[in-house]
């Protein structure tokens, strides 16, 4: 057996060789990126004209001739961001290089009112137009900084030959290094008197934080270089932190993490500034789990700072100003800057949150954590219980919001939503991430920002339990609070509501009334009301994912598993007879419904029939109806006895007798209409037929010593069955009260499976099985809380999972030591290496095991064959793919997965 730190080490540097540039391509990136530079020194002196950025201009509301300036070329021109440090990470492959612009194209207050971003723009123009003319150059695109529309940068396409470099670009970013006086810019001063109210002064943090990071840019990128300078295991590690942050789509964005701010936190960690948590002595997987642990932390939003320990740090009082002002801080090597300014309070929650549940895989899940960490895909479709999409293309009170201000139109629209949303929902969800990546992907300075916001904002819930997103009922403020009440009104309008409670309490309320079958809906009917009552939006602008794949659970309009209700009735009548019975030789002791509509996975659950009514028939009948009835499966044990046989025959009739005897009991008793076979007896109660079995776990031990016969092979087989299903049955039901979405998920698995004609290779109890796995081992998620995240990360274990080389272990007590995974791997190298040779097409070679007791070991359920597999893979990966363009991009409605489901 490999030890699993052997295994960890061989899998991170295969990841590592595969990340990094082949010298070839290197050299020619050194080749394009020397030709460039010179290019950008020789632009000619010219004059800067306003209107290049005519739009721009415009929309930030800057007088054209206050941007006039003379161009001349970059004071300096600097390789950064990962490259430099040899740190690029395959396949995004760029490279940002620094120009700096001369202090001689600005004035000294051109700090205020975004003059500075004004003439910043310009100047990028005018390098702009004279690479257009150069052969040099294949394409040049405009993009934003970290989504920063008065920040706009070049990204250019330089004309280059390697296989590996078809989508290399440069990123051509402006600094403005010792420009101003870095006092003009602290972030308790106003420097856009738009912002201001009235005689009011207030402050913008954001806007000058800004252009302090311009300024200080390239100070701090030296910083990174010195730290990452000959320590080959740290850039490791940032290579390994920007796969698992890459592969987590939610936090690797503009108002989250991107590359150089985790080159950031490791400098700081490597430096003295952050205590030494990392020393060079270190391995790079485990700078990678000290780094998460420290994001973990709640340090960063107490404050930090990149200052050597020998310089003097911010006092306590700067540090609470700025705490004040961004959730949290970093100062930068100058001590002037926050590095972490665009880093919203939501996002670092997620972040923290991934940090921490990536920290608990690794030293919990026993060396099997590689393919979770650094393989797994986590995007938004995926990771959250729900998301929503809201369009506001047009939106009157998105563009109410002015550009000018201190932050832009974007940020606070997203921060308007979050607050609404957290309001309404409250302790429903845990976390509610917005996220509106709002700039055109094809973008024109001269037109400003006209086309900017008219993508959907995304918004993602991770769900609390559920008896809190699923309640009916929301108490607000007791009438007495005149204030608090008031505002409760005011927020939610016509929904709110005096109520006097069972304690007698008078309270304002809101009640969402429905079905139990809609229960999941609550939080889809709250979210469309408070988005469209505080932003004037039509519910065709708005698409909360939640039921649009109920429609293959529905019959007659509605889910049939409302009518679980009457199922458990009647059983309930049958197990009470049961008990009840004298005239048998050995009382009943247990009685066990093994069918799947018990444990609420059922697709359709039976319904009850209005003919088999004890008393008659229904009161209502219904206009169709099934001519054929399906007996569900009850188990029985008796009471304990020594005098049972010892000759497998004889036990096998023995229970015969039992059988006929409980069916002479219930008609003489109950007048019960039954029917009796050599196995079973069929029982008609309350509108359903139920089919009971006897297990006697001791004839489990004598069928196999005596197993001489086929009957008694045949008889042993039902035996195991049947005690297996009441295994299976017990914990299933389990799983139903720790995980309430399960059930559902389970049920759009099987309609998924069914509907793609499986279900004769694969029996229903491995699809529970499956997707048990989705809840007990959900890392890199937390598990499911809503049916359509389930089902669709169903599809995608399915479709990804290598089911030809490793059995999915499915540990549903959660008590396997290493040794029992280590056997099961060893029964399933076995078993493929005889199917092989036998050459049984593998038909033993895909399976899951699961342990019912330390006895038996595992239990195993066979999957179909290879070839029937690949094909059941290909099917789940294109509904996978369906299905998350239906989350993400909104395609909704029954038809489009009329095919699939």
């Given at each position: ?202 402050a913008t943090p954001y806007y000058n934080s800004s252009i302090l990071e311009d300024m200080f840019m390239e100070e701090n990128a030296d910083f990174v270089k010195n730290t990452f300078n000959g320590w080959n295991s740290l850039g490791d590690a940032l290579l390994l932190l920007k796969v698992w942050a890459r592969n987590r789509t939610s936090i690797y964005t503009h108002d989250c993490l991107n590359g150089y701010l985790i080159s950031i936190i490791l400098s700081y ?581 699961t342990t019912y007791d330390k006895t038996s070991k595992a239990w195993t359920k066979c999957l179909p064959n290879v070839e029937t597999l690949r094909r059941m893979a290909a099917y789940a990966r294109s509904s996978a793919d369906l299905l998350t363009k239906l989350i993400l991009q909104g395609q909704n409605g029954p038809c489009t997965w009329e095919g699939n489901m």
């Amino acid at each position: 057996m490999v030890p699993e730190t052997e295994s960890m080490d061989f899998k991170v540097g295969e990841l590592l060789k595969d990340l990094q540039l082949d010298p070839s391509a290197s050299n020619a990136i050194d080749r394009a990126l020397s030709s460039i530079i010179d290019y950008i020194n020789n632009i000619p002196v010219q004059e800067a004209r306003a209107e290049y950025a005519a739009g721009f201009l415009r929309d930030l509301r800057v007088p054209s001739d206050k941007v006039n300036f003379i161009f001349k070329s970059p004071e300096a021109i600097r390789i950064a961001g990962s490259y430099s440090i040899g740190c690029v990470a395959k396949p995004d492959v760029n490279v940002d290089l620094l120009i700096r612009m001369p202090k001689e194209c600005f004035h000294e207050k051109d700090y205020l009112n975004y003059r500075y971003h004004a003439k910043r723009c310009i100047y990028l123009c005018v390098v702009e137009k004279s690479l257009k003319s150069s052969p040099l150059v294949r394409k040049i695109e405009w993009r934003t900084f970290r989504n920063e529309a008065r920040k706009p940068v070049i990204h250019l396409y330089p004309v280059i030959k390697h296989a590996e470099l078809s989508e290399f670009f440069i990123r051509i970013i402006p600094t403005a290094s010792s420009v101003f006086d870095g006092s003009r810019l602290s972030i308790s001063r106003n420097n856009v008197r738009a912002f201001n109210q009235s005689d009011t002064s207030r402050a913008t943090p954001y806007y000058n934080s800004s252009i302090l990071e311009d300024m200080f840019m390239e100070e701090n990128a030296d910083f990174v270089k010195n730290t990452f300078n000959g320590w080959n295991s740290l850039g490791d590690a940032l290579l390994l932190l920007k796969v698992w942050a890459r592969n987590r789509t939610s936090i690797y964005t503009h108002d989250c993490l991107n590359g150089y701010l985790i080159s950031i936190i490791l400098s700081y960690l490597a430096g003295g500034p952050g205590g030494n948590h990392i020393n060079k002595s270190m391995k790079a997987m485990l700078i990678f789990r000290v780094t998460l642990k420290f994001i973990s932390s709640n340090l960063l939003a107490k404050g930090l700072s990149l200052r050597p320990l020998t310089q003097s740090k911010p006092s306590n009082e700067e540090m609470m100003n700025w705490l004040k002002a961004f959730p949290t801080v970093l100062y930068d090597a100058t001590g002037h800057a926050n590095l972490l300014f665009c880093l919203t309070k939501t996002a670092f929650a997620e972040l923290q949150d991934e940090a921490a549940w990536t920290v608990n895989c690794i030293d919990k899940c026993r060396g099997g954590e590689f393919e979770e960490i650094f393989m797994t895909k986590v995007d938004f479709a995926a990771k959250f219980d729900a998301c929503l999409r809201i369009n506001f293309k047009g939106n009157s009170i998105v563009n109410s919001f002015d550009f000018c201000l201190d932050d832009e139109r974007w940020g606070l629209v997203e921060k308007h939503v979050q607050s609404v949303l957290q309001q309404g929902l409250s302790d429903r969800a845990k976390l509610i991430r917005v996220i509106w990546g709002s700039a055109p992907s094809n973008w024109s300075i001269k037109e400003g920002f006209e086309n900017f916001g008219k993508e959907p904002m995304l918004v993602g819930f991770l769900l609390n339990s559920e008896e809190k997103c699923f309640r009916v009922v929301d108490i607000g403020p007791h009438a007495e609070n005149k204030e608090e009440a008031a505002n409760f009104r005011k927020f939610w309008g016509e929904k709110a509501e005096l109520r006097r409670f069972k304690d007698g309490t008078i309270a304002e309320s809101t009640v969402w009334e429905c079905a139990p079958w809609q229960r999941h809906l609550i939080m889809k009917r709250i979210t469309e009301y408070v988005i469209s009552k505080h932003f004037i939006l039509p519910k065709e602008d708005i698409l909360y994912v939640v039921d649009q794949l109920d429609f293959s659970l529905h019959l007659g309009g509605k889910d049939p598993i409302s009518s679980s209700t009457s199922l458990l009735e009647a059983f309930e009548t049958l197990s009470k007879r049961l008990r009840l019975l004298e005239d048998v030789p050995l009382r009943i002791s247990s009685v066990q419904p093994l069918d799947a509509a018990f444990r609420q996975s059922a697709v359709f659950p039976p319904e009850p029939h209005p003919l088999i009514y004890e008393k008659g028939i229904a009161k209502t009948l219904p206009k169709f109806t099934t001519t054929c009835i399906k007996p569900l499966t009850v188990m029985i044990q008796l009471e304990g006895s020594g005098n049972w046989p010892s000759d497998a025959a004889v036990i096998e009739k023995t229970k015969v007798a039992f059988l006929l005897k409980i069916c002479e009991s219930l008609q003489a008793r109950w007048g019960m209409l039954c029917s009796a076979t050599e196995s079973e007896v069929n029982v008609l109660v309350e509108g359903y037929a139920f089919s009971l079995k006897i297990l006697h776990e001791r004839s489990l031990h004598l069928l196999g010593n005596q197993a001489g016969n086929d009957i008694i092979k045949s008889k042993r087989y039902i035996d195991e069955e049947l005690f297996l299903r009441s295994q299976h049955s017990s914990m299933i039901n389990g799983l139903n009260g720790r995980y309430p979405a399960y059930g559902s998920v389970v049920r759009l698995a099987k309609r998924w499976v069914s509907s793609h004609l499986f279900s004769s290779f694969v029996e229903e109890e491995a699809i529970e099985l499956i997707v048990a796995y989705l809840f007990l081992r959900p890392f890199p998620f937390h598990a499911p809380l809503s049916r359509i995240t389930g089902f669709l990360r169903f599809l995608r274990l399915t479709s990804n999972y290598d089911w030809t080389f490793s059995p999915l272990i499915i540990d549903l007590n959660e008590d396997f030591i290493p040794q029992d995974e280590w056997e099961i791997n060893e029964n399933f190298l076995s078993c493929r290496k005889s199917s092989e040779e036998n050459m049984q097409n593998l038909e033993r070679a895909m399976f899951l095991a699961t342990t019912y007791d330390k006895t038996s070991k595992a239990w195993t359920k066979c999957l179909p064959n290879v070839e029937t597999l690949r094909r059941m893979a290909a099917y789940a990966r294109s509904s996978a793919d369906l299905l998350t363009k239906l989350i993400l991009q909104g395609q909704n409605g029954p038809c489009t997965w009329e095919g699939n489901m």
